[in-house]
């Protein structure tokens, strides 16, 4: 199961709103080891894309760089799709690297960048096995 504080899950919604129509991504970076998300880095879609994302390279080296100064991970790294429901696509499971990790899309198809819900699904994605996890919010607020 993946839990969140309700700031980090608003936080990822406000930023696949924010750069719909094109697929926003980032990662929300925790303690190693820990399994909880406490630092959420919205990133740059450097495929600038409606149907892909694309971490920049230059600024995934320099997260990577930071996490480990701070013996941190990825612990959850998400994506938004903005015209398909909130499932890995084929790519998206080809990419998915970090056995550890919870992978998090966004659907922001139904409305955009406008007021509205979205979907919001979690999986674990390992060897290529796309396992969906459940959601935990927490109603507390993240300092």
């Not at 970076?29 to 390279?57: C, K, L, Q, W």
């Not at 960048?113 to 607020?141: H, K, L, Q």
Request: proline share 6%; charged share 25%; aromatic share 8%.
């Amino acid at each position: 199961m993946l839990r969140l504080d309700q700031a980090t899950y608003d936080a990822i919604v406000a930023h696949a709103k924010r750069d719909h129509p094109d697929e926003a991504c980032g990662i929300v970076a925790g303690a190693e080891g820990s399994d909880v998300p406490s630092r959420h880095v919205p990133m740059i879609n450097a495929a600038g894309s409606p149907t892909f994302y694309e971490f920049d390279s230059g600024e995934l080296l320099a997260l990577y760089k930071e996490m480990w100064k701070n013996d941190e991970e990825p612990v959850v790294i998400y994506h938004s799709h903005t015209a398909t429901e909130a499932y890995p696509s084929r790519t998206d499971i080809g990419l998915a690297n970090e056995p550890g990790a919870h992978y998090v899309l966004v659907s922001t198809r139904e409305h955009g960048n406008s007021e509205g819900p979205v979907e919001f699904r979690s999986y674990r994605i390992i060897d290529g096995t796309v396992t969906e996890e459940d959601v935990a919010i927490s109603g507390e607020e993240k300092s």
